[in-house]
T-cell receptor
Framework: GQNIDQPTEMTATEGAIVQINCTYQ??????LFWYQQHAGEAPTFLSY????GLEEKGRFSSFLSRSKGYSYLLLKELQMKDSASYLC?????????FGAGTTVTVRA | DTAVSQTPKYLVTQMGNDKSIKCEQN?????MYWYKQDSKKFLKIMFS???????INETVPNRFSPKSPDKAHLNLHINSLELGDSAVYFC???????????FGSGTRLTVV
């Protein structure tokens, strides 16, 4: 199985930057995903890392270090609509397992 | 066009009843999944089908039985519902099992 750890909650101000860390322990690593989930809605895909390094997609970036079992999601220029839960997920043996999610609250 | 659609969106039922949730995807994906999200928002995989074949069956009570009539559909039947079955159930699909999943909008099941 996988152990996936991420902080429970984070709060930041509109326009600021927030970094959500995720650590994992797994075998048969096939990739790491970040999903965004607004309250009462489905998770939606944000990013995918399979090699070490930084992947940038507009205001969102994701980093992976496979040797450290570590990833982070960086959200820049925060907007009120970014208030949501962010889920770190690890693909292992063709199965996607999720962390408990980090609830990000953006304040004006 | 909805990529992954689930019905019903809400389901309220009494303990002991049997109910089904339906899922359909029009993405042409070959793998479909059922996930359960509990009150603590933890998403846990239950089942996965690849081209109508069961490939993942986590430790789930055998009151839960998935059925895949074709690769575009994956239904979930639950017998003898219990209070602890109350949760949001998400259907998802993916291509080739290693790419990101597309989730349906969820079915909120409440057992009273």
């Amino acid at each position: 199985g996988q152990n996936i750890d991420q902080p429970t909650e984070m709060t930041a101000t509109e326009g600021a930057i927030v970094q959500i860390n995720c650590t994992y322990q797994t075998s048969g690593f096939n990739g790491l995903f970040w999903y965004q989930q607004h309250a009462g809605e489905a998770p939606t895909f944000l990013s995918y890392n399979v090699l070490d390094g930084l992947e940038e997609k507009g205001r969102f970036s994701s980093f992976l270090s496979r040797s450290k079992g570590y990833s982070y999601l960086l959200l820049k220029e925060l907007q009120m609509k970014d208030s949501a839960s962010y889920l770190c997920a690890v693909m292992s043996d063709y199965k996607l397992s999720f962390g408990a999610g980090t609830t990000v609250t953006v304040r004006a | 066009d909805t990529a992954v659609s689930q019905t019903p969106k809400y389901l309220v039922t009494q303990m002991g009843n049997d109910k089904s949730i339906k899922c359909e995807q029009n993405l042409g994906h070959d793998t479909m999944y059922w996930y359960k999200q509990d009150s603590k928002k933890f998403l846990k995989i239950m089942f996965s089908y690849n081209n109508k074949e069961l490939i993942i069956n986590e430790t789930v009570p055998n009151r839960f039985s998935p059925k895949s009539p074709d690769k575009a559909h994956l239904n979930l039947h639950i017998n003898s519902l219990e209070l602890g079955d109350s949760a949001v159930y998400f259907c998802a699909s993916s291509q080739d099992r290693i790419y990101g999943y597309t989730f349906g909008s969820g079915t909120r099941l409440t057992v009273v």
